[in-house]
């Protein structure tokens, strides 16, 4: 099964500062996945985007999709300290299942 | 609702002991996963549940791993007897759907050290 690739590994920023990161994948999809994990935690959901979609929004978030490029970009404005966490990509994979990437670790300093 | 529910959080076992992790998904929801994370490895599937039915346990690792839904409340992870290489952070997730186009809910995890 294919998995998305983010870039970059790591991420370190300053707070009020835009972040963003990109997921890389191989073949086709009918939607894309982000989600957010902070330390010892469980992932927690951000946004779901579909094939037909090239751009959506939720709060300080903005995701894209480039499906001619096999792409899709997270970007975090003004980026908070509460917003260190690690963060994946997460593609279809069979029927029903997702396959993670390994993630891009973003640190936000005060 | 008080989300994916999975104990215990911590587990610290000796090789070839018998561990069993839980997991109680959000109610309403048919499809369950388990995954296992490690640094080196990140994020696998191991076992997919739809309707209480085992759809896709291809990411077993080996006979020593079992997983059980005896009803749409439960589930049970099973390692026996366990080894070293099995250490990780176990998650257990649901999702009111049976194809991959709506997000998962996760438990918080059990880290699960064999020494």
């Given at each position: 099964s294919q998995q998305g690739e983010e870039d970059p590994q790591a991420l370190s920023i300053q707070e009020g500062e835009n972040a963003t990161m990109n997921c890389s994948y191989k073949t086709s999809i009918n939607n894309l996945q982000w989600y957010r994990q902070n330390s010892g935690r469980g992932l927690v959901h951000l946004i779901l985007i579909r094939s037909n979609e090239r751009e959506?929004?939720?709060?300080?978030?903005?995701?894209?999709?480039?499906?001619?490029?096999?792409?899709?970009?997270?970007?975090?404005?003004?980026?908070?300290?509460?917003?260190?966490?690690?963060?994946?990509?997460?593609?279809p994979s069979g029927y029903s299942t997702l396959t993670f990437g390994k993630g891009t670790m973003l640190l936000v300093s005060p | 609702?008080?989300?994916?529910?999975?104990?215990?959080?911590?587990?610290?076992?000796?090789?070839?002991?018998?561990?069993?992790?839980?997991?109680?998904?959000?109610?309403?929801?048919?499809?369950?996963?388990?995954?296992?994370?490690?640094?080196?490895?990140?994020l696998e599937l191991l076992i997919y549940f739809n309707n209480n039915v085992p759809i896709d346990d291809s990411?077993?690792?080996?006979?020593?791993?079992?997983?059980?839904?005896?009803?749409?409340?439960?589930?049970?992870?099973?390692?026996?007897?366990s080894e070293p290489r099995d250490s990780a952070v176990y998650f257990c997730a649901s999702s009111p759907r049976d194809r991959g186009d709506y997000g998962y809910t996760f438990g918080s995890g059990t880290r699960l050290t064999v020494v």
């Amino acid at each position: 099964s294919q998995q998305g690739e983010e870039d970059p590994q790591a991420l370190s920023i300053q707070e009020g500062e835009n972040a963003t990161m990109n997921c890389s994948y191989k073949t086709s999809i009918n939607n894309l996945q982000w989600y957010r994990q902070n330390s010892g935690r469980g992932l927690v959901h951000l946004i779901l985007i579909r094939s037909n979609e090239r751009e959506k929004h939720s709060g300080r978030l903005r995701v894209t999709l480039d499906t001619s490029k096999k792409s899709s970009s997270l970007l975090i404005t003004a980026s908070r300290a509460a917003d260190t966490a690690s963060y994946f990509c997460a593609i279809p994979s069979g029927y029903s299942t997702l396959t993670f990437g390994k993630g891009t670790m973003l640190l936000v300093s005060p | 609702d008080a989300g994916v529910i999975q104990s215990p959080r911590h587990e610290v076992t000796e090789m070839g002991q018998e561990v069993t992790l839980r997991c109680k998904p959000i109610s309403g929801h048919n499809s369950l996963f388990w995954y296992r994370q490690t640094m080196m490895r990140g994020l696998e599937l191991l076992i997919y549940f739809n309707n209480n039915v085992p759809i896709d346990d291809s990411g077993m690792p080996e006979d020593r791993f079992s997983a059980k839904m005896p009803n749409a409340s439960f589930s049970t992870l099973k390692i026996q007897p366990s080894e070293p290489r099995d250490s990780a952070v176990y998650f257990c997730a649901s999702s009111p759907r049976d194809r991959g186009d709506y997000g998962y809910t996760f438990g918080s995890g059990t880290r699960l050290t064999v020494v």
